[in-house]
């Protein structure tokens, strides 16, 4: 990538050789810049309250030599 002077903005449109480079008017007032708007964070819904599982039976089938 070639360097530009410092002057030189990409957002420029090139200016052909021969010809003056566009200045902006100084009577023009500068643009007005909107602040950035606050994106606007909804409340989380209050959490539902815990609840005990339902007691389940382990599955079964599994090795019987510990018990006695």
Known sequence: MTRLPPCVRLSDPPVP??????TPDPEDPPPIEEPPQPIP?????????????????????????YRH
């Open 17 to 22: 050789p021969g010809e003056p480079p566009v």
């Open 41 to 65: 964070i909804p409340p989380e819904p209050p959490p539902e309250p815990l609840r005990a599982a339902p007691f389940r039976r382990p599955r079964g089938g599994g090795s019987t030599a």
